[in-house]
Nanobody, 122 residues
Framework: EVQLVESGGGLVQPGGSLRLSCAASGFAVSTRDMSWVRQAPGKGVEWVSTRNSGYGWKFYADSVKGRFAISTDAATNTLYLQMNSLKPEDTAVYYC???????????????RGQGTQVTVSS
């Protein structure tokens, strides 16, 4: 069974850092396009970042570029999102999913986890 489980969210002050994890089972994260999306209260789902499986290319939304970094660990079969210089507007539920940048932007990720809450507040 294909499953994704996010963790690592929490409450952090502006300017702080968090690292989100997405533990995968039933497939290898390195072999699939993997994406992070988020949903803030009262807003729609927003694409955050994608790692392309073929070449390992990494893509970021303008709102997080230079602050967030997506990566994978084949040994633990985990997808990560390192988030630095966090801002209050980064507050959202973050989801990892299987799918390309285009699928993530369309909201059609094949599989998505249950999400982890990130709150940036002083």
């Amino acid at each position: 069974e294909v499953q994704l489980v996010e963790s690592g969210g929490g409450l952090v002050q502006p300017g702080g850092s968090l690292r989100l994890s997405c533990a995968a089972s039933g497939f290898a994260v390195s072999t699939r396009d993997m994406s992070w999306v988020r949903q803030a209260p009262g807003k729609g789902v927003e694409w955050v970042s994608t790692r392309n499986s073929g070449y390992g290319w990494k893509f970021y939304a303008d709102s997080v570029k230079g602050r967030f970094a997506i990566s994978t660990d084949a040994a633990t079969n985990t997808l990560y999102l390192q988030m630095n210089s966090l801002k209050p507007e980064d507050t959202a539920v973050y989801y990892c999913g299987i799918g390309s940048l285009e699928a993530a932007k369309r909201g059609t990720l094949a599989v998505r986890g249950q999400g982890t809450q990130v709150t940036v507040s002083s």
